[in-house]
């Protein structure tokens, strides 16, 4: 766990994303009790147009917490590390680095969390001025000196809360 707070580095937008999202699920689906509709893109990376670490994130949705140990087990054989819960309850974090990275957040299926990712993500696609402020505190972030990914977190969590109050309660799945 202690490799955890690694080094945040910011991107333009690549278009590249969501074809490595399709190209992963795809690949997650192998794994028994995977279905497509459990795994979301979520994250900068699923938001054309913004600013993001260079970092793809899936979210999968599972109908029981915690997730079960051979699930977690079978993500670890495709190369994922499982960093636990890493300081989030109810969010079991695992992450693939290579030439293409990955943060896999397995999620209560419809919980807070689910929700709330999906809720940012639509509100930042739909919403350009919101999409230009988010972007606008991760570079303040990075600029202020939170380089790692743990103060890099905490520092753009007031953007996200501020978000989140006046995202649309209702998703587009």
Same mark, same amino acid.
């Given at each position: 766990?202690?490799?955890?707070?690694?080094?945040?580095?910011? =991107?333009?937008?690549?278009?590249?994303?969501? =074809?490595?999202?399709? &190209?992963?699920?795809?690949? !997650?689906?192998?794994?028994?009790?995977?279905?497509?509709?459990?795994?979301?893109?979520?994250?900068?990376?699923?938001?054309?147009?913004?600013? &993001?670490?260079?970092?793809?994130?899936?979210?999968?949705?599972?109908?029981?917490?915690?997730?079960? =140990? /051979?699930? *977690? =087990?079978?993500?670890?054989?495709?190369?994922?590390?499982?960093?636990?819960? @890493?300081? *989030?309850?109810?969010?079991?974090?695992?992450?693939?680095?290579?030439?293409?990275?990955?943060?896999?957040? *397995?999620?209560?299926?419809?919980?807070?969390?689910?929700?709330?990712? !999906?809720?940012?993500?639509?509100?930042?696609?739909?919403?350009?001025?919101?999409?230009?402020?988010? /972007?606008? /505190?991760?570079?303040?972030?990075?600029?202020?000196? @939170?380089?790692?990914?743990?103060?890099?977190? &905490?520092?753009?969590?007031?953007?996200?809360?501020?978000?989140?109050?006046?995202?649309?309660?209702?998703?587009?799945?």
């Amino acid at each position: 766990m202690s490799g955890l707070d690694e080094t945040v580095t910011l =991107a333009p937008y690549d278009p590249s994303w969501p =074809a490595a999202f399709e &190209a992963e699920r795809r690949r !997650l689906r192998g794994v028994p009790g995977i279905t497509p509709e459990a795994i979301e893109h979520i994250g900068s990376t699923a938001v054309p147009g913004l600013t &993001a670490k260079p970092v793809v994130d899936l979210m999968l949705g599972v109908t029981h917490w915690p997730p079960p =140990a /051979a699930l *977690v =087990a079978q993500l670890v054989v495709l190369g994922y590390e499982d960093l636990g819960e @890493a300081g *989030v309850p109810e969010r079991r974090y695992l992450r693939l680095r290579g030439p293409v990275s990955f943060n896999l957040h *397995v999620v209560r299926r419809d919980g807070d969390h689910w929700s709330n990712n !999906l809720r940012l993500r639509d509100h930042l696609r739909a919403d350009p001025i919101a999409r230009e402020r988010y /972007a606008a /505190a991760k570079r303040a972030a990075v600029a202020a000196g @939170a380089t790692r990914l743990l103060a890099y977190s &905490a520092a753009k969590q007031p953007a996200i809360a501020e978000l989140l109050a006046v995202a649309p309660r209702e998703t587009a799945l």
